[in-house]
């Protein structure tokens, strides 16, 4: 069964640094990745995804991510933070079409 | 607005009393799930359906749970004899058709609260 583990359950920065959540997951194929941000009472928005092929993906608002099979890892990276980034972040891995598993989630902090 | 939706946004029930949300995914979404997610924590798969057909159920979904997706567009599920570990988030997600279409569309979710 495949499962994530995002280490990090709070992170704080300051507007203007660069940001990194890491995110390993444990499946035994090639998995479907992805990035969701959550803000507060509201559902999740798709950052970015990695299917195969280019192993830094490009997503929404300035995010970027990396997989690195060595690692088991998908971090996601944005250069300059800014305020409006304050959320909560979800690392979910799939093994297709079915369902997609969870990490518990890493909430950023943006501090002014 | 053509992303998914779910009403009611806010449910309070007394234990005991049934309750039922619905979703209507984007159009021509074939694929549709269920999460269910509580503070804290990440969303935790429910069900999932392909068209009409009910295809995965987690063992999260006890008996008092039904999800039905009778023609193959919105999606209703069903909670009987509400408890108060039943209070979360319940989001619903749609999944479009076709070769390379993994990601899924999250609606804003219903929240639920048992008094």
């Known amino acids: 069964a495949q499962s994530v583990t995002q280490p990090d359950i709070h992170i704080t920065v300051s507007e203007g640094a660069s940001l990194e959540l890491r995110c390993n997951y444990s499946?035994?194929?090639?998995?479907?990745l992805f990035w969701y941000v959550q803000s507060p009472g509201q559902g999740l928005q798709l950052l970015l995804k990695?299917?195969?092929?280019?192993?830094l993906v490009q997503g929404i608002k300035g995010f970027e991510a990396e997989f690195k099979r060595s690692q088991s890892s998908f971090n996601l990276r944005k250069p300059s933070v800014h305020w409006s980034d304050a959320a909560e972040y979800f690392c979910?891995?799939?093994?297709?079409?079915?369902?997609?598993?969870f990490g518990d989630g890493t909430t950023l902090t943006v501090k002014p | 607005d053509t992303g998914v939706s779910q009403n009611p946004r806010h449910k309070i029930t007394k234990r005991g009393q049934n309750v039922t949300f619905r979703c209507d995914p984007i159009?021509?979404?074939?694929?549709l799930y269920w999460y269910r997610q509580t503070l804290g924590q990440g969303p935790e798969f429910l069900t999932y359906?392909?068209?009409?057909?009910?295809?995965?159920k987690s063992r999260l979904l006890s008996d008092r749970f039904s999800a039905e997706r009778p023609k193959g567009s919105f999606s209703t599920l069903e909670i009987q004899r509400t408890e108060q570990g039943d209070s979360a988030m319940y989001l619903c997600?749609?999944?479009?058709?076709?070769?390379?279409?993994?990601?899924?569309?999250f609606g804003p979710g219903t929240r639920l609260t048992v008094t």
């Open positions: 997600a749609s999944s479009p058709p076709g070769q390379g279409s993994y990601e899924q569309y």
């Open positions: 499946y035994g194929a090639t998995p479907y």
């Open positions: 990695y299917f195969s092929g280019d192993t």
């Open positions: 979910a891995v799939a093994p297709g079409r079915s369902k997609s598993t």
């Open positions: 159009s021509e979404h074939n694929r």
């Open positions: 359906f392909q068209n009409e057909a009910q295809l995965e």
